[in-house]
């Protein structure tokens, strides 16, 4: 499975990004997919998930309430709708894919940078 993501930049505190995140291969309806993310001298942090069948959703505590995520099966993209940006959201975004339920990710895309400034 290939996982190609994009949306990253740079956006004012209080501002919103979309970030999507399209995977390739072979993918199971099984499966969920999610975002990773890891600040300058932080730990990386899990922050979603999505599983692609029934659509049962995770999020931190960090991002409750002010980010989203969402998936179209038909393009086998998930999508992660980020609201009332943050400084502390700052953050290299790395979109996972899991084959099945377990801790660690099966499969990493290549990172997206997202820079709030304050």
């Known amino acids: 499975v290939q996982l190609q993501a994009s949306g990253g930049g740079l956006v004012q505190a209080g501002g919103s990004l979309r970030l999507s995140c399209a995977a390739s291969?072979?993918?199971?309806?099984?499966?969920?997919m999610g975002w990773f993310r890891q600040a300058p001298g932080k730990e990386r942090e899990r922050i979603t998930a999505?599983?692609?069948?029934?659509?049962?959703?995770y999020y931190a505590d960090s991002v409750k309430g002010r980010f989203t995520i969402s998936r179209d099966n038909a393009k086998n993209t998930v999508y992660l709708q980020m609201n009332s940006l943050k400084p502390e959201d700052t953050a290299v975004y790395y979109c996972?894919?899991?084959?099945?339920?377990?801790?660690?990710?099966?499969?990493w895309g290549q990172g997206t940078l997202v820079t709030v400034s304050s």
């Open positions: 291969g072979r993918t199971f309806s099984s499966s969920a």
């Open positions: 999505i599983t692609l069948s029934g659509g049962s959703s």
């Open positions: 996972v894919y899991w084959g099945t339920p377990k801790d660690e990710p099966d499969y």
